[in-house]
């Protein structure tokens, strides 16, 4: 079973809308972490927001929010005010388990946004 | 800033031939990853090592191996490199900073095997 789930392979948004970036995710351990990352064109890979899974509030960094619903086991990230540099592939990602050195990182397929001007 | 390196952006090579992929960090992480990243399939462990000469396999390790000679450096080695092993390759580093550990990524070799 994929650990990590991203439904939507591309989206479109309106330049100074908001938008979610759905992710479900797929553990029976209490203890874990979620992650997004950003890909621009150029490729490397930008860390953006962490939520663990004992967290009470949900994440929030800048423009970057994550909506964690621990029941539904969705990690959605939502992204405020977009703006054209926004665009790129974003990627949802899990700690499975409690931090330790063995600790691997599960991704999702990934979500493709564009802004439109 | 933590910084990982990977030796190349670009390669092509035949099919046949060994293939090195290189990989540096310089901030003394415990783990390091080697990923491979295709269209609609996302991130896919490869391998990762949490020690030197420590090495686990990850979710498609085959046709893969690796080496972990020194702490900052993770090699990845294509044995006689295939079609199918074009791809993306991404090597990450992560370290336990209190509750939380996150991975820091290279900047990636887009690999072409003809």
């Known amino acids: 079973a994929q650990k990590i789930t991203q439904t939507q392979p591309g989206m479109f948004v309106q330049e100074k809308e908001a938008v979610t970036l759905d992710c479900t995710y797929d553990t029976s351990d209490p203890s874990y972490g979620l992650f997004w990352y950003k890909q621009p064109s150029s490729g490397e890979m930008i860390f953006l927001i962490y939520?663990?899974?004992?967290?009470?509030q949900n994440a929030t960094e800048g423009r970057y929010s994550l909506n964690f619903q621990k029941a539904r086991k969705s990690a959605n990230l939502v992204i405020s005010a977009s703006q054209l540099g926004d665009s790129a592939m974003y990627f949802c990602?899990?700690?499975?388990?409690?931090?330790?050195?063995?600790?691997?990182?599960?991704f999702g397929s990934g979500t493709k946004l564009n802004v439109k001007p | 800033d933590v910084k990982v390196t990977q030796s190349s952006r670009y390669l092509v090579k035949r099919t046949g031939e060994k293939v090195f992929l290189e990989c540096v960090q310089d901030m003394d992480h415990e783990n390091m990853f080697w990923y491979r990243q295709d269209p609609g399939l996302g991130l896919r462990l490869i391998y990762f090592s949490y020690d030197v000469k420590m090495k686990e396999k990850g979710d498609i390790p085959e046709g893969y191996s690796v080496s972990r000679e020194k702490k900052e450096r993770f090699s990845l080695i294509l044995e006689s490199a295939s079609t199918n092993q074009t791809s993306m390759y991404l090597c990450?580093?992560?370290?336990?900073?209190?509750?939380?550990?996150?991975?820091?990524f290279g900047q990636g070799t887009r690999l072409t095997v003809v």
């Open positions: 990450a580093s992560s370290f336990l900073r209190g509750r939380r550990t996150e991975a820091f």
């Open positions: 939520q663990g899974s004992y967290d009470q």
């Open positions: 990602a899990m700690r499975e388990g409690r931090v330790n050195n063995f600790n691997k990182f599960y």
